[in-house]
Nanobody
Framework: QVQVVESGGGLVQAGGSLRLSCTAS????????MGWFRQAPGKEREVVSC????????LYSDSVKGRFTISRDNAKNTLYLQMNSLKPEDTAMYYC?????????????????????WGQGTQVTVSS
């Protein structure tokens, strides 16, 4: 069975940094684009970033561009999100998701429905 597990969340002061990790098993990792999503209480789940299976294509939401960096290590079946210059508005549950379309399509990468497998989430809280 497929299992996706996030880790690395926590409490950090504004301006600080965190690195999230996501490990996946039970799938051919390189054949999946991987996305990071986040959801704050009372708000819809929103995409943060997407990285294609080969890491050739990377997309970021405007709200995190220049502050966050997505990467992957296919040999370790692991996805990362380096988060710098954190702001209180970054506070959310962060989810890792796998898309069987490996390319991070510019027309669909923001849609949660495009991703087949999801982790349980890891909480990121940024204090002011």
């Amino acid at each position: 069975q497929v299992q996706v597990v996030e880790s690395g969340g926590g409490l950090v002061q504004a301006g600080g940094s965190l690195r999230l990790s996501c490990t996946a098993s039970g799938l051919t990792f390189v054949n999946y684009a991987m996305g990071w999503f986040r959801q704050a209480p009372g708000k819809e789940r929103e995409v943060v970033s997407c990285i294609s299976g080969s890491a050739i294509k990377i997309l970021y939401s405007d709200s995190v561009k220049g502050r966050f960096t997505i990467s992957r290590d296919n040999a370790k079946n692991t996805l990362y999100l380096q988060m710098n210059s954190l702001k209180p508005e970054d506070t959310a549950m962060y989810y890792c998701a796998a898309d069987p379309d490996a390319y991070c399509s510019t027309s669909s990468w923001r849609r949660a429905s495009e991703y087949e497998y999801w982790g349980q989430g890891t909480q990121v809280t940024v204090s002011s």
